[in-house]
């Protein structure tokens, strides 16, 4: 079946760094989200991306959909506290039983101050 | 005010005993999806459902069982059958093909 896999699992960052998450699926995808969950909350969306190369921009937040819509990436620059959580990607297949998600085992941001 | 609620947040229950997790959304959102999260792990499909009255089995359905009675309800039961039921439980809905709205979750502990 489809996997998507997310690396690094753990990501400690210095408040101000920069820092980069990866996405990968076994299979081709139409599209990819990703999720955030704080700490003891629930997973709340950031953003789709669909077309092959797409790059989307949320103030310090960059996405990115690779060329075979097969991975995907987010960077944050200039890290805050507020950024502390974990970090979800979600692959989307079409298929006729509809929009049906698998979610990356995540990755857990930590920030030090 | 919309939205999709879970009820309740924190549920404790006898081992061997079937429990039934409330998931309602307004959002008049299709699609409804029931996931699983264990402490540091990523989310798993149990069950999801497209239209009223049909549902599809997901990734780890074995133990657990749905309804769609109403487009607005979505309820799951976790039978005796589910080995390990305690977990964070994650109720979802979306428009086709769009993204997904999450519930705030309901943490049930299995004593």
């Known amino acids: 079946g489809q996997q998507v896999m997310q690396i690094p699992q753990y990501q400690h960052v210095q408040e101000g760094e920069d820092f980069t998450t990866y996405c990968n699926s076994s299979t081709t995808l139409s599209n990819i989200q990703w999720y955030k969950q704080r700490p003891g909350g629930h997973p709340v969306f950031l953003i789709q991306l669909v077309k092959s190369g797409e790059v989307k921009k949320q103030k310090r937040l960059t996405f990115q959909f690779g060329e075979a819509k097969k991975n995907s990436s987010l960077h944050i620059t200039a890290t805050q506290t507020t950024d502390v959580g974990t970090y979800f990607c979600?692959?989307?297949?079409?298929?006729?039983?509809?929009?049906?998600?698998?979610f990356g085992g995540g990755t857990r941001v930590l920030v030090k101050p | 005010d919309g939205g999709i609620t879970q009820s309740p947040k924190y549920l404790f229950r006898k081992e061997g005993q079937n429990v039934t997790l409330s998931c309602e959304q307004n959002?008049?959102?299709?699609?409804m999806y029931w996931y699983r999260q264990d402490p540091g792990q990523g989310l798993r499909l149990i069950y999801y459902s497209q239209i009223v009255n049909d549902f599809q089995k997901g990734d780890i359905a074995e133990g657990y069982s749905v309804s769609r009675e109403k487009k607005e309800s979505f309820p799951l039961t976790v039978t005796s059958a589910q080995k390990n039921p305690t977990a964070f439980y994650l109720c979802a809905s979306s428009l086709a093909l769009d993204t997904q709205y999450f519930g705030p979750g309901t943490r049930l502990t299995v004593l």
């Open positions: 959002l008049n959102h299709d699609a």
């Open positions: 979600a692959g989307c297949l079409i298929k006729a039983a509809g929009n049906k998600l698998t």
